[in-house]
């Protein structure tokens, strides 16, 4: 089993910054992909970025340019670096990973973002 733990989340500003982590413990192996993933009240959950082992990274249009995800695999952590946060990215926000044609969940992190 795999569990993940997030932490960072919080209340800020419009134009403020925050940064997510995550990290993974129990049966992790190598070669897999984290990534975050956000929930709003009355949406539907969607990708926010993902990177793989590899460090070949994806993410959201809305999101490019502002937020930066990156990983140590050593501690198996993976972060979220958000900047230039905007009212339209509140959400809790989900910690996943998949490996070995699974995915694993995290508990979810609120991030909110006062205009």
């Known amino acids: 089993q795999v569990q993940l733990v997030e932490s960072g989340g919080g209340l800020v500003q419009a134009g403020g910054s925050l940064t997510l982590s995550c990290t993974a413990s129990?049966?992790?192996?190598?070669?897999?992909?984290m990534g975050w993933h956000r929930q709003a009240p009355g949406k539907q959950r969607e990708l926010v970025a993902r990177?793989?082992?590899?460090?070949?990274?994806n993410y959201a249009d809305s999101v490019k340019g502002r937020f930066t995800i990156s990983r140590d695999v050593a501690k198996n952590t993976v972060y979220l670096q958000m900047h230039s946060l905007k009212p339209e990215d509140t959400a809790v926000y989900y910690c996943?990973?998949?490996?070995?044609?699974?995915?694993?969940w995290g508990q979810g992190t609120q991030v909110t973002v006062s205009s």
């Open positions: 129990g049966s992790v192996f190598s070669n897999n992909a």
């Open positions: 990177i793989t082992y590899g460090r070949t990274t």
């Open positions: 996943k990973m998949t490996q070995q044609g699974r995915d694993y």
